[in-house]
């Protein structure tokens, strides 16, 4: 199967660029700045994420110390994480039904519009990560030689992503209530997940809710590669990537069967 659907996003791969490149330019259509917000949102969240958490709540990394600039890097890397996950899953619930058009159309393959999302997400995040590793310069002087690893730490979170955002899509046109419940889900996977704060800081009792998100072991895993310049955690990096398949081929193989319903209820 996984051979199958490289084929198909193969084939389609002009109408894949097309759609990702729509959904880039498209998201600052019409405002002054333009792409430039790409780079001004997260550094804006950045400050205010890092304030409150900092400074309000007293919150450090003990690996890193007490610096606030180091505690930015640590968490400006869960974020960007983070945020490539959570992008695909909150807008894939309202995804076919928003663009109703194209569904109506029978050979329009429906199935690249969550990844074509994946891929504009990941656009997003790559600027994120140069902005990521420019910071990591100036303020840590030092660029890890461990950093060639980030693609492959990021591998189980791009196929759970896909999979899931193919499931989501086709499950938004006929529950047109889940969108209302996934925004609510991914504030708190955002929040039990170890972005703001360590695993070490939750009680013994609590961290098996963190063990059994596969968010927590990726941007775990990201900064050890990118800021620590340590090994990822392989025995997960194995596991994940088998969940990760598991979910993806799962995920096309729900779209593929329901889709032919899709017409009828849009």
Same mark, same amino acid.
């Given at each position: 199967?996984?051979?199958?659907?490289?084929?198909?996003?193969?084939?389609?791969?002009?109408?894949?660029?097309?759609?990702?490149?729509?959904?880039?330019?498209?998201?600052?259509?019409?405002?002054?700045?333009?792409?430039?917000?790409?780079?001004?949102?997260?550094?804006?969240?950045?400050?205010?994420?890092?304030?409150?958490?900092?400074?309000?709540?007293?919150?450090?990394?003990?690996?890193?110390?007490?610096?606030?600039?180091?505690?930015?890097?640590?968490?400006?890397?869960?974020?960007?994480?983070?945020?490539?996950?959570?992008?695909?899953?909150?807008?894939?619930?309202?995804?076919?039904?928003?663009?109703?058009?194209?569904?109506?159309?029978?050979?329009?393959?429906?199935?690249?519009?969550?990844?074509?999302?994946?891929?504009?997400?990941?656009?997003?995040?790559?600027?994120?990560?140069?902005?990521?590793?420019?910071?990591?310069?100036?303020?840590?002087?030092?660029?890890?030689?461990?950093?060639?690893?980030?693609?492959?730490?990021?591998?189980?979170?791009?196929?759970?992503?896909?999979?899931?955002?193919?499931?989501?899509?086709?499950?938004?046109?006929? +529950?047109?209530? +889940?969108?209302?419940?996934?925004?609510?889900?991914?504030?708190?996977?955002?929040?039990?997940?170890?972005?703001?704060?360590?695993?070490?800081?939750?009680?013994?009792?609590?961290?098996?809710?963190?063990?059994?998100?596969?968010?927590?072991?990726?941007?775990?895993?990201?900064?050890?590669?990118?800021?620590?310049?340590?090994?990822?955690?392989?025995?997960?990096?194995?596991?994940?990537?088998?969940?990760?398949?598991?979910?993806?081929?799962?995920?096309?193989?729900?779209?593929?069967?329901?889709?032919?319903?899709?017409?009828?209820?849009?």
């Amino acid at each position: 199967m996984p051979i199958s659907i490289l084929k198909v996003l193969w084939s389609n791969k002009n109408l894949l660029n097309q759609f990702t490149k729509r959904d880039v330019v498209g998201r600052y259509k019409g405002s002054y700045l333009g792409l430039l917000w790409t780079f001004i949102t997260p550094l804006l969240m950045l400050v205010i994420y890092t304030f409150v958490f900092s400074e309000v709540f007293k919150a450090r990394w003990g690996t890193v110390g007490g610096n606030k600039a180091e505690y930015a890097l640590v968490l400006f890397t869960g974020l960007i994480v983070f945020n490539i996950f959570s992008e695909v899953i909150t807008r894939a619930p309202s995804l076919l039904v928003g663009n109703s058009n194209l569904v109506t159309k029978v050979v329009f393959p429906l199935e690249i519009m969550p990844v074509a999302i994946l891929c504009a997400s990941i656009f997003h995040a790559l600027i994120n990560f140069a902005l990521l590793i420019v910071s990591l310069i100036l303020i840590l002087g030092v660029l890890q030689w461990t950093l060639f690893l980030a693609p492959l730490v990021l591998l189980p979170l791009i196929l759970l992503t896909l999979g899931l955002g193919w499931i989501l899509a086709s499950l938004g046109v006929y +529950l047109r209530d +889940l969108g209302q419940v996934i925004g609510i889900a991914m504030q708190a996977i955002m929040l039990m997940s170890p972005i703001f704060y360590p695993i070490s800081s939750i009680p013994e009792n609590l961290r098996i809710i963190y063990y059994i998100n596969p968010v927590s072991y990726v941007i775990e895993d990201m900064r050890r590669v990118v800021i620590w310049g340590e090994m990822p955690n392989w025995t997960w990096l194995g596991i994940g990537t088998v969940i990760g398949l598991v979910v993806f081929m799962a995920g096309y193989s729900w779209f593929q069967k329901t889709k032919k319903g899709f017409a009828d209820v849009l």
